[in-house]
């Protein structure tokens, strides 16, 4: 069936350090992919997509790097700080957006 | 523009009730979607809707009904609430299927 999943359920990382979360996807026909962003109480936001005909989007300080050989992708935080902390969901779309269960980031001093 | 707005924040009902938690936006999307929350869980599709007038179901759909009577409504209809209802509810917009989705803040349901 259609799944996302993600590798760490928990990361923790230093101040300043560079955060990579990954998540395998199982659907080759899905064309699209979305990062999110949840604090605590909020809705998911928005961080960063990227589309299928690309392997590497950037953003402002955010990476997102996708394989299609082996159905992974990737989100690269740069100079993680302590506003990064949170919850980063990827999500596919085959034809509807489908989430994966999540990756909390830690950000310790 | 307000975004996405969702009603009520928080929700208590007995098992057996029915209730419509109200999702609305103003930025002229026409895909609209309701999401479930469960702690410490990915969101998961409950129905969406791709216009007025359109619907159809996600992961989850039962227990639930939607309608699209605008463009700018989606609301959720629980006809009948369980404890299994008990969730976090997020609703959401954006322009198309390959577009961000914006969320609302969401609904708090506890189902008794």
């Known amino acids: 069936g259609e799944s996302v999943g993600l590798h760490l359920p928990t990361l923790s990382v230093q101040e300043g350090d560079n955060s990579i979360i990954n998540c395998a996807y199982s659907?080759?026909?899905?064309?699209?992919f979305i990062w999110y962003k949840q604090e605590s109480g909020k809705g998911p936001q928005f961080i960063i997509d990227?589309?299928?005909?690309?392997d590497k989007r950037q953003g402002q300080r955010v990476t997102v790097l996708l394989n299609k050989t082996v159905k992974h992708l990737s989100l690269q935080i740069a100079a993680t700080q302590p506003g990064d902390s949170a919850v980063y969901f990827c999500?596919?779309?085959?034809?509807?957006?489908?989430f994966g269960t999540g990756t909390r980031l830690q950000v310790f001093p | 523009n307000a975004g996405v707005t969702q009603t009520p924040k928080f929700q208590v009902l007995k098992t057996g009730q029915s209730m419509t938690l109200q999702c609305a936006q103003d930025?002229?999307?026409?895909?609209m979607s309701w999401y479930r929350q469960d702690p410490g869980m990915g969101l998961r599709l409950i129905h969406y809707?791709?216009?007025?007038?359109?619907?159809d179901q996600g992961e989850v759909p039962n227990g639930y009904n939607v309608s699209r009577s605008t463009t700018e409504d989606f609301p959720l209809r629980l006809l009948s609430a369980a404890p299994s209802q008990t969730s976090v509810y997020f609703c959401?917009?954006?322009?198309?299927?390959?577009?961000?989705?914006?969320f609302g803040p969401g609904t708090r349901l506890t189902v008794l």
């Open positions: 959401a917009s954006s322009p198309g299927h390959y577009n961000e989705q914006f």
């Open positions: 659907n080759s026909a899905s064309d699209y």
């Open positions: 990227i589309r299928s005909n690309m």
């Open positions: 999500a596919e779309v085959p034809d509807k957006l489908i």
């Open positions: 930025m002229n999307h026409e895909y």
């Open positions: 809707s791709v216009g007025a007038g359109i619907t």
